[in-house]
Every structure is written in C-alpha cells, then in structure tokens.
C-alpha cells in the first residue's frame, strides 16, 4: 500500500494552515504552524531552503493547486486515488465539488476519525488495517471503502479496551458530525444520510479544485 511516509507537520507548514495530520500535537503548542506571530518557535512558513520566499503572492494555478494539496493530505490520499475519486464525482450527478467532499467523508477511514476512535485520520486507517473495524458485523480491512446509507460501523469488542481508543474517546473534543448517529455507549456509529456540503467543517473550497483539474 502506497502511503506517504514523511513528517506531516512538513505538510501543514506548506500549506501554511493546520492540516491535524498528527493528533493532539496539532492543538498543542509543539505545533510548528502558531497563531502566535510573536512565538520565536513558529514555523508558519513554508519548509524547504527558501520556505520564507513562498510566501508571496502566487498565480490562480499555484492557488488552485494548493487547495487541492491541502484537500489531499487532510484526507491522506495519493494522487491518482484523488483523480479517480475527482473523475467519478465529475460523472456522478450533482454538483462535482460536493460529490467529491461527500466520498472522502464516507471514507471508512474518516467515518473512524469522526467517531473519535483515532486522534487522526492516520491512527483510524491503522485502526481499519488491523482489523479492528467492522460494518455491519463484518470485518472490513479497506480503509478506502465507502460506507452506505444504513450501515453501521462498529469496534470490535476486544479492541475497545484499548489505550489509545479510550484515551481518544475521553480526551478529544470533537463533535460528531450530524450525518453520522452514535450508539453502543459511542462503539458504533450509522450513516443517517450522506453529508451536505454544510455538514462538512474542513477549509476546502472545493470549487477551485474542480477548476484545476477542469483545465
């Protein structure tokens, strides 16, 4: 399985904003991307020998294509899995940019994170990559699988007693998403419907991802 395997918070410094690839450490102060200007440690600047010269102004492509990075590593998906999906959102009817945003949510991956299982997108596929994930009563090890209308996720009975799961479930402040309705005392979670675009809280603007690759 192709993955990216650098430092994240590299990505966040390049897109310059919190992408929360890496858990509680994004709401922390170790987190290199501050919104404290006057912090000597801030590194709210692209990485890289000329970081600072990115800075400036770029053109309508630079800006279009910074968007859809940022749409992609939020997700944690490579390029052709985002083309593919941008191709069957382009086909499928509807508006593309929200298709697009509604299948990277009913990723089962995500559907993992927004249970608050995982402290991040990444700990909730680890989570679905060993087999600690059901749908339906049925282990699904497919972190790209896309949930339906109906189904219902659930952790595995032995895998609730983990540490890192019940220190997520006790100390992450995230609210569930209102597509998404909670059960078994927060162990399982259905899809009531899938997510309209106001159900979906990310800093995307899906609209210039389309027009890049509409180009």
């Given at each position: 399985?192709?993955?990216?395997?650098?430092p994240?918070?590299?990505l966040?410094?390049?897109?310059r904003?919190?992408?929360f690839?890496?858990?509680?450490?994004?709401?922390?102060?170790?987190?290199?991307?501050?919104?404290a200007?006057?912090?000597?440690?801030?590194?709210?600047?692209?990485?890289g020998?000329?970081?600072?010269?990115?800075?400036?102004?770029?053109?309508?492509?630079?800006?279009?294509?910074?968007?859809?990075?940022?749409?992609?590593?939020?997700?944690?998906?490579?390029?052709?899995?985002?083309?593919?999906?941008?191709?069957?959102?382009?086909?499928?009817?509807?508006?593309t940019?929200?298709?697009?945003?509604?299948?990277?949510e009913?990723?089962?991956?995500?559907?993992?994170?927004?249970?608050?299982w995982?402290?991040?997108?990444?700990?909730a596929?680890?989570?679905?990559?060993?087999?600690?994930?059901?749908?339906?009563?049925?282990?699904?090890?497919?972190p790209?699988?896309?949930?339906?209308?109906g189904?219902t996720?659930?952790?595995?009975?032995?895998?609730?007693?983990m540490?890192?799961?019940?220190?997520?479930?006790?100390?992450?402040?995230?609210?569930?998403?209102?597509?998404?309705?909670?059960?078994?005392?927060?162990?399982?979670?259905?899809?009531?419907?899938?997510?309209?675009?106001?159900?979906?809280?990310?800093?995307?603007?899906?609209?210039?991802?389309?027009?890049?690759?509409?180009?």
């Amino acid at each position: 399985m192709a993955r990216y395997t650098g430092p994240v918070c590299r990505l966040c410094r390049r897109e310059r904003t919190k992408l929360f690839l890496k858990g509680e450490r994004c709401y922390s102060l170790k987190c290199p991307v501050s919104e404290a200007v006057t912090d000597r440690h801030s590194r709210a600047y692209p990485p890289g020998e000329h970081g600072r010269d990115r800075m400036r102004q770029g053109s309508e492509y630079l800006t279009q294509l910074r968007e859809k990075q940022k749409a992609r590593r939020i997700y944690g998906i490579l390029e052709r899995q985002f083309r593919n999906l941008y191709e069957e959102a382009n086909h499928a009817p509807g508006i593309t940019g929200e298709n697009l945003l509604r299948m990277l949510e009913l990723r089962l991956d995500n559907v993992v994170f927004r249970a608050g299982w995982g402290a991040s997108r990444s700990q909730a596929r680890q989570f679905v990559r060993h087999g600690h994930v059901l749908i339906n009563g049925k282990r699904v090890t497919i972190p790209s699988y896309r949930v339906r209308k109906g189904e219902t996720v659930t952790l595995k009975d032995a895998s609730r007693t983990m540490f890192a799961v019940r220190r997520n479930m006790d100390t992450l402040d995230r609210q569930q998403p209102a597509w998404l309705e909670s059960g078994d005392g927060g162990f399982a979670v259905s899809v009531l419907n899938p997510p309209l675009r106001e159900q979906i809280d990310e800093p995307v603007q899906e609209q210039l991802i389309v027009e890049l690759y509409s180009k």
